[in-house]
């Protein structure tokens, strides 16, 4: 299994970025999925999830109104719209997927080490 994000890079305060997370090896529609960053110096912390139809989501606060999670199985990729970014924002982003129980289509919240698989992340940089 492997999943592979791309799309990070240097970004002005305010302005707007799409990064995605492309899945491969495994039934990706039938996992939840989960962004998470982890700042300089910070412990790597969830940002938000969507269930495996896209139906639910759920988003930390300090997120919330400003980034967008959604999905793509037919392409096998979850993606991550960044908009009104600050500088608080500069992290490494992660993708990582989760098997949750069957018929289950919640967006939970959840702990990075938790989950079934994760990518190596990319570098988003907001500067002010």
């Known amino acids: 299994a492997q999943l592979v994000e791309s799309g990070g890079g240097l970004v002005q305060a305010g302005g707007s970025l799409r990064i995605s997370c492309a899945a491969s090896?495994?039934?990706?529609?039938?996992?939840?999925m989960a962004w998470f960053r982890q700042a300089p110096g910070k412990e790597r912390e969830f940002v938000a999830s969507?269930?495996?139809?896209?139906?639910?989501?759920h988003y930390t606060d300090f997120v919330k109104d400003r980034f967008t999670i959604s999905r793509d199985n037919a392409k096998n990729t979850v993606y991550l719209q960044m908009s009104s970014l600050k500088p608080e924002d500069t992290a490494v982003y992660y993708c990582?997927?989760?098997?949750?129980?069957?018929?289950?289509?919640?967006?939970?919240?959840?702990?990075?080490?938790?989950?079934?698989?994760w990518g190596q992340g990319t570098q988003v940089n907001v500067f002010s």
């Open positions: 969507i269930s495996w139809s896209g139906d639910n989501t």
């Open positions: 090896g495994f039934f990706f529609s039938s996992y939840a």
């Open positions: 990582a997927a989760k098997r949750l129980s069957p018929g289950s289509d919640s967006a939970p919240v959840l702990r990075f080490l938790e989950c079934d698989y």
